[in-house]
């Protein structure tokens, strides 16, 4: 079984115990909630103590990747640029439509319960105005930050001291880079021990939430993965409009073309083994000129990763309904923007230590509790095939951008 089929499994073995129990043993079923809920614990503590030196380690490593990308000329400059403001767009809109997307849904009072006893509910903060707000991003220390696990300060504070060290002398900054890479990659490894027994702690979970809750929980997860369905496919329509406005490609001609490339991703769920697909769509459907596919398109799969800032929003946002969090404007700017930051350094982890260690701190830094998180992981790779499919398409939405801007200069 793969791992995913493993987490799967137990999520159903547990919610299948929970809901037993709660179904015909209520009062055995609190006992063995209570029992077995410091597992489920454990296993979050786990995960958690991992999140702040990998997410630290991977802003510095992925600075140092886009200043390295943008010095080798005009095209990969403009390629990042593009790359970026579409992520802003895509956390945008997710940050816009899924908390009303999740309204739409009845709120359960027995779930919130049910979590708050399992997991644990951290307060959510206290809504702020713009200028605490803008007051709170530049942390006054970098090492407080990380020990109260205050995310986006700690980004910030990241994102300078990455930059800052493309300034120093080309050989001191290759001994810190490689000190930082090799720290996220022995966070990486810590990861995938917990997640060994992911299982495990997913059942026990599960069981503790549904012994509670009967099935409310169940049927928040599947409205938890119907938003992000409806989410996913609504950022990727707007990338075609993005390709018709910015990138000066008609909706028919550019469907046709990005067709094949679009299959290849929903059958291998995968931006890299559709990289051939979206060569031969730009290069001879679209008739793109090489030296800007050739570039444009490896850089793409390496740091652009559309749907991830997306998935960070919307977990957000089920986590804050499921508790009947109302997100302020403060609170969903600074999960966006610690999202697509974040999404920059990510690409190209596995997709388990990509869910936690970026999901836990856009939640911590939204200020909402991150139990329900270990649950979420269990059913996020459903929609997969869609999150591939929107990814695919903003790669050569962006190539469409950048060929586009080129031409126009040319002219």
Not at 40 to 62: E, R
Not at 180 to 199: E, G, Q, S
Request: some cysteine; aromatic content about 6%; overall charge positive.
């Amino acid at each position: 079984m793969t791992a995913t089929q493993r987490i799967l499994l137990g999520l159903a073995l547990g919610a299948a115990t929970g809901i037993a129990l709660a179904h015909w043993a209520p009062g055995a079923a609190i006992r063995v909630a209570d029992a077995v809920q410091p597992l489920g614990k454990l296993w979050l503590s786990a995960l958690q103590m991992t999140v702040v030196p990998l997410v630290l380690s991977l802003v510095v490593v992925g600075a140092n990747t886009a200043t390295d990308a943008a010095a080798s000329g005009r095209i990969a400059r403009r390629a990042i640029v593009v790359f970026l403001l579409l992520l802003a767009l895509g956390a945008a809109v997710a940050a816009a439509t899924a908390p009303a997307l999740f309204l739409l849904f009845p709120h359960s009072d027995t779930l919130r319960s049910a979590l708050d006893a399992t997991t644990g509910h951290l307060p959510a903060t206290t809504p702020i105005g713009w200028s605490e707000w803008l007051a709170g991003v530049v942390p006054t220390n970098a090492v407080m930050a990380a020990a109260e696990s205050a995310m986006l300060p700690l980004v910030v504070f990241a994102m300078f001291l990455g930059f800052a060290l493309t300034r120093i002398a080309p050989e001191r900054r290759a001994l810190a880079v490689e000190f930082f890479r090799a720290i996220a990659d022995a966070m990486i490894v810590v990861v995938r021990w917990v997640l060994l027994l992911a299982p495990f702690g997913v059942l026990a979970l599960i069981l503790a939430v549904c012994a509670r809750a009967g099935l409310h929980m169940l049927g928040a997860l599947g409205v938890y993965v119907l938003v992000e369905c409806i989410v996913y496919l609504l950022v990727t329509a707007l990338m075609l409009v993005v390709a018709r406005i910015w990138g000066r490609e008609p909706f028919g001609r550019f469907l046709s073309a990005i067709a094949p490339a679009q299959v290849v991703a929903a059958s291998t769920q995968s931006s890299l083994a559709s990289l051939p697909a979206m060569i031969e769509s730009a290069d001879r459907r679209l008739r793109y000129p090489k030296a800007i596919t050739s570039l444009v398109l490896p850089m793409a799969v390496s740091l652009f990763r559309l749907t991830s800032p997306v998935q960070y929003i919307v977990s957000a946002s089920f986590i804050a309904w499921a508790f009947g969090i109302d997100l302020g404007v403060a609170q969903l700017s600074a999960g966006a923007a610690l999202a697509v930051v974040i999404s920059l350094g990510s690409v190209g982890l596995p997709g388990q230590v990509t869910f936690i260690a970026t999901n836990v701190s856009v939640a911590q830094a939204m200020g909402l509790p991150i139990g329900p998180l270990g649950l979420m992981l269990a059913v996020d790779t459903l929609p997969d095939t869609l999150a591939t499919l929107g990814n695919v398409t903003a790669d050569l939405t962006a190539t469409s951008v950048v060929a586009a801007q080129s031409l126009k200069d040319k002219a």
